[in-house]
């Protein structure tokens, strides 16, 4: 009706309302022209008209507001400036901080440039170093973060130049082997040499021989900036493996800065998962997952339980007539997702007194009224994330948790059964699926409560901890 785009759209896009602005503006033309008449039955034409004028100019915004200001107030809504704020705490000093898109980046910026939170960071956003001169931009120092090495100059990524790059292998060039990643990138991928470049019917194109990098890692430095921790298990070097056939200038832009960085600097990732090889050397800091010379390490524990109990915050959730959207629970749920990955790895370690604090935490930041446990969602991910955190409930031995959310899933999943049920014909085929959800997460429940039943000795986990909100 409203010719607004569906699906995920995190802010409401006004520009497609032009038309039903139109509509309303006509309507409201008329009105004016009606009470002009009515008036008019009593005064001169004139004198009818300016009043008429007048008061539609005054009734108006005073009907909006009379109707409308509670809706529209949200001088309590801080969830954007909070969650930026929570991004920012997560990463350590004079730390680069990628982000994906205009949504993430936005609270960001606005956190640094107007009240001043971690102006020491450099945040980058992902979709924009596609371009050249934002790149350029990286160069300099902004705020108190310094210039950032991106290997090319200005003129080997001018316009298109390197839009684009291709996994070309050579016969000279064996490819069961790990590459330096600077060298490559550098001497490669940034050559114009025609025999490391593709003829096209445009030009040439760069191409990449081998999918397998390095990264060097030394030691000493890492533990001493603090980007491992004295028990972690560092490689000597960090490997990967690009996973596709052909980069993007983003993606090149992104390898470029790692390759030069060498741990030198903090590199944090809003978003675990990369596209580019080295998710496993991702690492949970907080809310941004920073990269590590550590393989498959989940959680740094100790630095995020101070930032968790002490520095983040959760948009006023816990407050009486705060109102939540789809989207803003989609980040709500990210925030609880963090404390629950940091509770179960408190619990894995043994320290499981801690981890209850933890999730006792996160629980006052949110009020059931504003961000209950149990909630249908598309693709049931909400109850999904709740039941990773039951289960982080569980191994913490949080007993008056697990009752309440296990209460509250249970229940709302039950509601979610029983309407399925109702249906019949194609409505009941085309929602199968999410009856079948349904069914196995209430089968889950049981199963998690016999696993962690101190009475029955059975290892192993039901929900995956990691980054289930995307």
């Known amino acids: 009706i409203y ?70 107030d949200r001088s309590k809504k801080v969830l954007s400036r909070d969650l930026a704020k929570d991004y920012l705490e997560s990463c350590a000093p004079n730390a680069v901080l990628f982000t994906f898109g205009d949504n993430d980046t936005y609270p960001l910026w606005y956190a640094q440039e107007v009240e001043g939170i971690r102006p020491d960071i450099r945040v980058i956003n992902y979709s924009l170093l596609g371009i050249d001169w934002y790149i350029n931009e990286l160069r300099y120092k902004v705020n108190q973060s310094a210039p950032i090495d991106v290997i090319w100059t200005a003129e080997q990524i001018e316009g298109g130049k390197r839009d684009y790059a291709l996994y070309r292998p050579k016969p000279n060039i064996p490819e069961d082997r790990y590459y330096d990643l600077y060298d490559l990138m550098k001497n490669y991928v940034g050559s114009d040499d025609p025999t490391k470049m593709e003829d ?47 980069l993007l200038k983003n993606d090149m832009a992104v390898l470029n800065i790692i390759a030069a960085t060498k741990f030198t600097r903090p590199i944090y990732f809003t978003n675990p998962s990369v596209d580019l090889g080295f998710d496993q050397f991702l690492r949970r800091d907080g809310l941004s997952y920073r990269l590590v010379p550590v393989q498959n390490s989940r959680v740094n524990a100790d630095w995020m339980k101070e930032k968790a109990l002490n520095v983040f915050a959760a948009g006023n959730a816990n407050l009486k007539g705060v109102y939540f959207d789809e989207e803003n629970r989609r980040h709500l749920n990210s925030i609880r997702s963090a404390y629950a990955d940091l509770a179960i790895e408190l619990a894995n370690t043994g320290k499981k007194e801690e981890a209850r604090k933890v999730l006792e935490k996160v629980d006052k930041m949110m009020s059931e009224e504003n961000f209950a446990y149990g909630m249908v969602s598309r693709g049931n991910m909400h109850n999904r994330n709740s039941l990773m955190f039951l289960e982080a409930c569980y191994m913490a031995d949080a007993k008056g948790l697990i009752e309440k959310v296990a209460a509250a899933v249970k229940k709302d999943l039950q509601q979610q059964i029983k309407y399925y049920n109702t249906l019949t014909g194609i409505k009941a085929e085309n929602m199968e699926d999410e009856k079948r959800m349904a069914e196995s997460y209430v089968e889950g429940m049981e199963r998690m409560k016999t696993i962690y039943n101190p009475a029955i000795s059975i290892p192993g986990k039901l929900m995956a901890p990691r980054d289930t909100v995307k």
């Open 3 to 72: 010719l607004n785009q569906a699906g995920n759209q995190p802010r409401e896009r006004d520009y497609a309302y032009v038309g039903s602005f139109y509509a309303f503006a006509v309507w409201i033309g008329l009105g004016v022209l009606n009470i002009g008449d009515w008036l008019g039955k009593s005064l001169n034409k004139t004198t009818a008209a300016g009043l008429a004028t007048v008061l539609c100019l005054l009734a108006v915004p005073v009907v909006m507001a009379q109707q409308e200001w509670d809706d529209h």
């Open 200 to 246: 096209r019917e445009n030009g040439l194109l760069s191409t990449f021989p081998v999918r397998k990098f390095s990264v060097p890692v030394d030691k000493n430095l890492v533990l001493a900036n603090k980007t491992v921790n004295a028990t972690d298990s560092v490689v000597n070097e960090l490997r990967f493996e690009l996973p596709k056939p052909s």
